[in-house]
């Protein structure tokens, strides 16, 4: 890259301040990010980032040897600036041209499980017995905990569904009756059901 600068915006999901592109894990580029460069003499030029998250300010913009602030802004909601590493800077950076390593790391903590530390996320579902509700439904089980890693009966060659032992059983129907819907609340760790 020639008299200009340029690099990429993406989403950094491990928070590695590396851009991982293997062929068991990519993390893309991220689309329309605002890019403005502040030069010495205060001209402002700006564009956004392409489908693969990649912009760059032209030779007509940008001259060799020039300096510039670089501002990164138009993160969606719940999107923040990821950890600061070798494959990228925070949200305001400066650069001389050339450069066409001026990248920035997006996070949505939220959007990355590490299966290496914590392999088996808990799953909260719901259970729902089937015809009219009677005493024996009662004693059943409304909401089940399971493994993410957890395997069942294939529906297509299983012509009924067993709930396998391994589940843990926090509710029966007795105390919850009928469960309709549920929420995670993450800043409380809990869950909340919905009943009619």
């Not at 602030?69 to 719940?78: P, S």
């Amino acid at each position: 890259m020639q008299a200009q600068i340029g690099g990429i915006v993406y989403r950094d999901f491990n928070e590695n301040g590396t851009k991982d592109n293997s062929l068991t894990f990519k993390e893309p580029g991220v689309q329309g990010i605002t890019v403005n460069a502040t030069l010495a003499n205060n001209a402002i030029f700006s564009t956004t980032t392409d489908a693969t998250g990649a912009y760059q300010f032209t030779l007509g913009q940008v001259a060799a040897g020039s300096k510039a602030r670089i501002a990164f802004t138009g993160l969606a909601n719940g999107d923040y600036g990821g950890f600061t590493g070798t494959g990228n800077g925070r949200n305001v950076q400066f650069a001389t041209a050339p450069s066409s390593a001026t990248s920035f790391a997006i996070n949505a903590p939220e959007q990355y499980w590490n299966n290496i530390t914590t392999p088996y996320p808990i799953l909260m579902m719901v259970q729902q017995p089937r015809g009219v509700y009677t005493i024996y439904n009662a004693g059943r089980y409304s909401v089940l905990e399971i493994n993410n890693s957890t395997n069942g009966p294939n529906p297509a060659t299983s012509t009924y569904y067993m709930i396998i032992d391994t589940f843990k059983r926090p509710a029966k129907f007795a105390n919850t009756g009928s469960i309709f819907g549920m929420a995670y609340q993450k800043k409380q760790e809990r869950f909340f059901y919905h009943q009619v």
